[in-house]
């Protein structure tokens, strides 16, 4: 039989077969042997391949392997940065959300995501979330943030989850694809599907007073069908995202805005560091390629953990 995996908890998967009946699935023991290196060898979005077993008074299915994914979004986990992780695949899009305190989304991280969608050519949007509680001058930041990744070519859009507000244009963009949503805990994810589709009732959680930072309701990635034609994939919130097996050359390909440039560079294989005549470095200087884009790459290159105390 053949099916999509909605569900992954690790050892368990729940698999809706292309007739629409939901199974629970394990993998075959052989499975994690075919040189998969991430710590979940079946990602959510996953087409796979399963038989049915009666074990005891259950039927389960055992899945004996994976069909070719078209994409998929992987993280390096910042603390253990041996392990891989594949948050979901097979993806039309993917919604980031953003916010600019409880919790603070620093642009290192926004541009370590788009780096690696970019990779894996999944196309992003950026829903800068919780309009309805900032003051003027976080107003004046989020606009100078939209207005960044705009010029870059990214779709932004300003939303209130909580209040409604703007969650028609999220659903549009929906219509018919299968869309992601990620980004720190707290920001709001949970919260947005429960705007889009009420009768999901997923768990919300307040921000935590003590570390203003959010709170995990989500514990597994899952996908859902949702009333009007589309299918979400809500993921746990996530901290740091680590970019993974990437070679140094080729980071600034993924930064539409230098791969524009790059080839002005004196050298092919500029990194844009301390070369001599380099594009990158001179759009830096007459501030047509943004600061914080420019340290984000830097971070990349020299392999340095993602930076939370800046924006």
């Given at each position: 039989m053949r099916?999509t995996?909605y569900?992954?908890?690790?050892?368990?998967?729940t698999?809706?077969?292309d007739?629409?009946?939901?199974?629970?699935?394990?993998?075959?023991?052989?499975f994690r042997?075919?040189g998969?290196?991430?710590?979940n060898?079946?990602a959510?979005g996953d087409?796979?391949?399963?038989?049915?077993?009666?074990i005891?008074?259950?039927?389960?299915g055992?899945?004996?392997e994976?069909e070719e994914r078209?994409?998929?979004?992987?993280?390096?986990?910042?603390k253990l940065?041996k392990?891989?992780?594949?948050i979901?695949?097979?993806l039309?899009?993917?919604?980031l959300?953003?916010?600019?305190?409880?919790p603070?989304?620093?642009?290192s991280?926004?541009?370590?995501?788009?780096v690696?969608?970019?990779?894996?050519?999944?196309?992003v949007?950026?829903?800068?979330?919780k309009m309805d509680v900032?003051?003027?001058?976080?107003?004046v930041e989020?606009?100078?943030?939209?207005?960044?990744?705009r010029?870059?070519?990214?779709h932004?859009?300003?939303?209130?989850?909580k209040e409604?507000?703007?969650?028609?244009?999220?659903?549009?963009?929906?219509?018919g694809?299968?869309?992601?949503?990620?980004g720190?805990s707290?920001v709001?994810?949970?919260?947005l599907?429960?705007?889009?589709?009420?009768?999901?009732?997923l768990?919300?959680?307040?921000?935590?007073?003590?570390?203003?930072?959010?709170?995990?309701?989500?514990?597994?990635?899952?996908?859902?069908d949702l009333?009007?034609d589309?299918?979400?994939?809500?993921?746990?919130?996530i901290?740091?995202?680590?970019?993974?097996?990437?070679?140094?050359?080729e980071?600034g390909g993924?930064?539409?805005?230098f791969?524009?440039?790059?080839?002005?560079?004196?050298?092919?294989?500029?990194?844009?560091?301390d070369?001599?005549?380099?594009?990158?470095?001179?759009?830096?200087e007459?501030?047509?390629?943004?600061?914080s884009?420019?340290?984000?790459?830097?971070?990349?290159v020299t392999?340095?953990d993602?930076?939370?105390?800046?924006?």
């Amino acid at each position: 039989m053949r099916g999509t995996v909605y569900k992954s908890t690790g050892s368990w998967y729940t698999v809706k077969s292309d007739e629409g009946a939901f199974y629970e699935c394990r993998i075959k023991g052989k499975f994690r042997i075919k040189g998969i290196k991430s710590t979940n060898p079946v990602a959510v979005g996953d087409h796979v391949i399963f038989d049915l077993e009666k074990i005891g008074d259950e039927t389960v299915g055992i899945i004996s392997e994976i069909e070719e994914r078209k994409n998929y979004i992987i993280r390096k986990s910042v603390k253990l940065s041996k392990q891989t992780h594949i948050i979901a695949a097979n993806l039309d899009q993917v919604f980031l959300l953003i916010t600019l305190n409880n919790p603070t989304t620093f642009t290192s991280f926004i541009d370590r995501f788009l780096v690696t969608a970019e990779a894996y050519d999944i196309p992003v949007v950026l829903l800068f979330n919780k309009m309805d509680v900032y003051d003027e001058d976080e107003m004046v930041e989020v606009d100078y943030l939209i207005d960044l990744y705009r010029e870059i070519g990214y779709h932004c859009i300003q939303i209130a989850a909580k209040e409604g507000v703007n969650v028609d244009q999220v659903k549009e963009l929906m219509i018919g694809k299968i869309s992601m949503f990620s980004g720190h805990s707290g920001v709001g994810k949970s919260t947005l599907v429960n705007a889009l589709e009420a009768g999901l009732e997923l768990k919300t959680a307040e921000i935590s007073e003590q570390h203003l930072q959010g709170l995990h309701t989500t514990t597994f990635a899952e996908m859902y069908d949702l009333s009007f034609d589309a299918r979400i994939i809500d993921t746990p919130g996530i901290k740091g995202f680590g970019i993974v097996d990437m070679e140094k050359d080729e980071i600034g390909g993924y930064f539409p805005e230098f791969f524009e440039l790059k080839a002005q560079c004196k050298f092919n294989n500029c990194l844009h560091l301390d070369e001599p005549k380099c594009a990158i470095k001179a759009a830096l200087e007459e501030e047509k390629i943004s600061w914080s884009r420019y340290r984000s790459y830097v971070q990349m290159v020299t392999g340095e953990d993602e930076v939370y105390r800046e924006r």
